[in-house]
């Protein structure tokens, strides 16, 4: 109830809430005001942030050790305060990124066109990117599953979590932050959502390696013979009966196993940078698909149901 009452009186005249109240009710009305203000859910890290750096410069934490001893007068003014540190700060962040980083641990963002630029920079190297091909399932960052059209190129994430492998988040900072790729810029918490990218400004291997013919023929070649499309239709037909499907479904693994061996041993790739080029291994492909796919001590893959 108090809550409610107070409310009210944020934007007109709390100053009687204020000078009777104790130091737990400035503290309500302060926190309603401050999510009213900065226009966002008090539970987002932007609003922690910003309320942090506010409480800071206005001197919250006095203020509220000392709001018990405070007359009226010297409450309005603490107030006052309050409300022209918030002002000011939302004028500078009004519309810009505050760093705080909730956005680096959703996920990592997929790289659109203008990010060609990073490579060519070096701030990317290929082993910190790695290939969605098309007809693999994704996770967005709502936990909704959907089956890729076309492919994508991801920066990677922190191992056994979806954290950004750029984002440091001890010190909320990125370690590329002023060459950060284009949808990070894109991100807009505080406010509505940006648009996902049209498929024309999804970066693909294409405009990394369409020039070097040596890599886009092998990768062409992989395409060929290991498509997830093809993969998939496979199994469909292992599903319905048809064995002699099995033979394609082997062939794929074989062949996307030993390419990679090869990369790996004749062109000095790292496992990682395979990822980029050849996407992920088709083993990671079958397992979103309820299979394990086991390479036996004599070279042949063993497929099994996972548990």
Same mark, same amino acid.
């Given at each position: ?64 050790? #000392? ?72 996770? #967005? ?41 284009? +949808? ?57 009966? +048809? ?65």
């Amino acid at each position: 109830m108090a809550n409610k009452r107070f409310m009210g009186k944020i934007h007109t005249d709390p100053w009687e809430s204020l000078a009777k109240g104790p130091r737990e009710v400035m503290a309500s009305l302060w926190e309603g005001y401050l999510a009213e203000t900065l226009g966002v859910s008090k539970k987002s890290r932007r609003f922690k942030v910003l309320r942090q750096e506010i409480e800071k410069a206005a001197g919250f934490g006095k203020i509220f050790q #000392d709001w018990h001893t405070l007359s009226p007068e010297a409450r309005a003014a603490a107030w006052r305060r309050l409300i022209s540190a918030a002002r000011e700060r939302l004028q500078a962040t009004q519309e810009s990124c505050v760093r705080c980083g909730e956005c680096c641990e959703l996920g990592s963002p997929t790289l659109l066109t203008p990010d060609l630029a990073l490579f060519q920079k070096e701030v990317l190297s290929f082993d910190e990117v790695y290939t969605l091909r098309a007809g693999e399932q994704v996770t #967005d960052r709502e936990g909704k599953v959907t089956t890729l059209k076309e492919e994508r190129l991801k920066m990677r994430e922190v191992l056994g979590s979806r954290q950004c492998w750029f984002y440091l988040a001890a010190g909320q900072t990125c370690r590329i932050y002023d060459d950060r790729p284009e +949808q990070c810029r894109r991100q807009n918490c505080w406010g509505l959502p940006a648009p996902p990218p049209a498929v024309a400004q999804l970066l693909n291997r294409r405009d990394l390696f369409g020039d070097v013919p040596e890599v886009w023929e092998l990768i062409n070649a992989h395409e060929e013979r290991c498509a997830c499309a093809l993969v998939a239709q496979a199994l469909t037909d292992l599903g319905a009966g +048809q064995e002699e499907a099995g033979d394609a479904l082997f062939e794929a693994l074989h062949f996307d196993h030993y390419l990679r061996q090869l990369l790996l041993d004749d062109w000095s790739l790292t496992p990682a940078a395979t990822e980029l080029l050849l996407g992920r291994p088709l083993t990671e492909f079958l397992k979103t698909h309820g299979l394990a796919a086991t390479l036996t001590p004599e070279g042949v893959f063993r497929l099994e149901r996972r548990e």
